[in-house]
């Protein structure tokens, strides 16, 4: 298609008539301040498991390819990497209008 200078002078038009009207919606709608921003990092201390024997945890270790030839693994450490996110969030209807806001974002991050 070929842009004629009608045609680009049209589209700019119209493009600013659309962006006048979604800045005349967003004026209606009340600016949020602040959101309360809550993160909390996991991370607990270490803890000793004697649920398997050094057999089972040599087994462990060669199937992870952890054991050399000659040596023996005396224990193992496990983690679980977690993460988790949540937001809250408040809205208003009215006037063929919907206005969201967010109120409160909680994170949490690391290792259980």
Do not use: W
């Not at 602040?34 to 060669?62: C, E, F, H």
């Amino acid at each position: 298609m070929k842009y004629t200078p009608i045609l680009v002078m049209v589209l700019t038009v119209a493009g600013l008539m659309a962006l006048m009207v979604s800045q005349a919606q967003a004026l209606t709608c009340k600016a949020q301040m602040s959101v309360n921003v809550s993160v909390r990092t996991l991370d607990p201390g270490p803890r000793l498991s004697t649920s398997q024997n050094l057999k089972q945890i040599n087994s462990k270790a060669k199937s992870h390819g952890l054991l050399k030839r000659g040596k023996t693994v005396l224990g193992l450490t496990q983690s679980k990497v977690s993460t988790a996110m949540s937001f809250y969030v408040s809205g208003l209807r009215g006037g063929g209008r919907t206005c969201v806001n967010v109120d409160r974002v909680d994170a949490e991050f690391g290792h259980k």
